[in-house]
DNA sequence: CAGGTAAACTAACACTTGTTTGTATGATGC
DNA sequence: GCATCATACAAACAAGTGTTAGTTTACCTG
């Protein structure tokens, strides 16, 4: 059952989250979405109420994906390397099982409408947040250095968000083997 | 001459600049533009060919300058640390300068069409390029690590490319201090 | 076989898109 | 003072926007 025939809505989202990451939200018609498809526009209406509910769905589905991701590698854990660790390999892996969808939830949540957008913004901060608690509780416990943490946390976040361009770059590496490198470049830093 | 009056053409481009970064280039239309500017759409045309005229104009300026910027930096240098210090603090400068145009540069270029397009790919190749030649040289040398260079030039990148957010964060940072935190934090790493 | 339901269709709505045409206005150079 | 030029405008074009209405088709359940 690895291959089963997808249902038309399964079909509707998977395309549609291909090609609001190929060339953007607004840029994506209904009916060149459908003709993608393979239907006609107004039938997508029979699966999504709009194409705001798409996108929605889309992104909420993903920013589920990375607590539920990231509560479970990191829960356990103490030690701040070995804890952020777990985090970025925990954050890698949702992309890598969603790259079109987690593309599309980094860069066209501008276009959920009121109120989601809010909810969703603040889905966002807390996401950010629990980075940023691994990176100071591990500069309190002396496993960092003192760094400046927002700052730390956008480079972390700016680097694993690029993963996408990695999975779709010539030199095709593994999703451990990206988490490893990613991971240890961050740690360990590029100096010899 | 601090601020001298900007003329009709200047102020479109401003405009365009800070809108396309906001809402992206296919969100914003030719009259949205024209209002925000204070004339009517069809004015726009005396100054601009068309809608993409106008995002090839910001797209290639900010090319052109990010490479003046590198060469500048850099020629002299050899260290394999010092150098990517100068390169990261000259492509910061060239972000914190044009913070709206550098935005769209980095993703809105998408839009821009044939032949510009594939012109526009082959800059941003080359200049990735420049960045992945510092790096392998450096790793030649025993200043760097023995990492995936393509990675590694993957992580700068995305980290550089966020410098956009910290400045409109609230923890506001000069943009020296940005350049010296975040290549501090390539370089030598998260780890105590 | 009848009734209901899910999901597709065609046609159309009201509106917006980038852009062109033709024209008016106001400044500049002879 | 007259012609020229740049720049603004309103009006309009064809094409495309998300979406709704109304209808048809096919299948499942009683």
Known sequence: MATATLSTKQTIRQTAEKLFQERGYAAIGMRELAR???IEAPSIYNHYKSK???LREICFDIAEQFFKAFDAAVMEEEKGGKKL??????HIGV???NIDASEVFFNEWVFLEEPHLAKFKK?????????RDVIEKGIKRGDFKKVNAKLAVFTIFSALNATYDLYNSTERLTEEEIAEEVSNLL??????
Not at 85 to 90: C, F, S, V, W
Not at 187 to 192: M, S
């Open 52 to 54: 705001d509910a798409l």
């Open 85 to 90: 660790k777990l985090a970025i390999r925990a």
């Open 36 to 38: 993608e498809v393979g």
């Open 187 to 192: 740690l360990k830093g590029l100096k010899a």
């Open 123 to 131: 889905l966002r901060y807390e996401y950010e947040m629990r980075f």
């Open 95 to 97: 992309i890598a099982n």
